[in-house]
């Protein structure tokens, strides 16, 4: 089962930052926060991944809380093309598969 | 980034048939390929582990003599669907691991996914 949940969908208005938020409050000390988005009828792709620093890329940014049960990924200015279902996943580095849960369908609107 | 392709990208089949799905890291070797399938908005649900040169891992309710899985060497596994049904469209995606991956950086990488719809 995934680790984490977050909301079902949310909305976000063009040129604006999106925040996504996630919970997983039973996170390990050595699992990492991976972000995945899916755009429609794609594969899943990488957006970023941290343990427990904040981290940034060219993508977006990832904010997690000094106790690591949750975090928030920031799209810092949403275009059209950023609508998809955004996957936060726990897992350790190396480990096995991703389990994906149902995602955030994040809308952004023009 | 690493990239990681599948072909064909859309099939349809009759049903009966057997359908083979490939998957391939084209710039870095996988000793493991991970296949997933999804159905209509619902999420990626995974299937099996493939490792190069061994037999493959499937997950509790996935059917290995219906989902064979061959992963000969470390750039290529490959899914066949034997015997396809209607109930077996879905969108099958597949992940690979970098061998070559260290320290803190992202290993593994998915590819674009294969459409399958059986008539």
């Known amino acids: 089962d995934a680790k984490t949940t977050q909301p079902t969908s949310m909305d976000c208005a063009e040129g604006r930052a999106a925040n996504l938020p996630c919970n997983h409050s039973?996170?390990?000390?050595?699992?990492?926060v991976y972000w995945y988005r899916q755009i429609h009828s794609q594969g899943p792709q990488y957006i970023i991944h941290?343990?427990?620093n904040n981290e940034t890329n060219e993508m977006a940014s990832l904010i997690i809380t000094e106790d690591r049960k949750s975090s928030t990924l920031i799209l810092p200015h949403a275009t059209l093309r950023d609508t998809a279902v955004y996957y936060c996943?726990?897992?350790?580095?190396?480990?096995?598969?991703?389990?994906f849960g149902p995602g955030t369908r994040l809308s952004v609107l023009p | 980034g690493a990239v990681v392709s599948q072909h064909p990208s859309w099939v349809i089949c009759k049903s009966g048939t057997s359908v083979k799905i490939e998957c391939r890291s084209l710039?870095?070797?996988?000793?493991?390929m991970f296949w997933y399938r999804q159905f209509p908005k619902q999420s990626l649900m995974l299937m099996a582990t493939?490792?190069?040169?061994?037999?493959?891992?499937?997950e509790q309710g996935v059917e290995k003599d219906k989902f064979l899985i061959n992963h000969a060497s470390l750039t290529l596994s490959t899914l066949t669907v034997t015997s396809a049904h209607p109930e077996d469209s879905s969108f099958y995606i597949c992940?690979?691991?970098?061998?070559?991956?260290?320290?803190?950086?992202?290993?593994?990488?998915f590819g674009p996914g294969t459409r399958l719809t059986v008539l």
């Open positions: 992940s690979a691991r970098d061998l070559r991956a260290s320290g803190e950086h992202n290993e593994q990488f």
């Open positions: 039973t996170i390990s000390g050595n699992e990492y």
């Open positions: 941290g343990l427990k």
């Open positions: 996943i726990v897992r350790v580095v190396y480990g096995q598969n991703f389990v």
């Open positions: 710039d870095f070797q996988a000793t493991t």
């Open positions: 493939s490792n190069e040169g061994s037999k493959a891992t499937y």
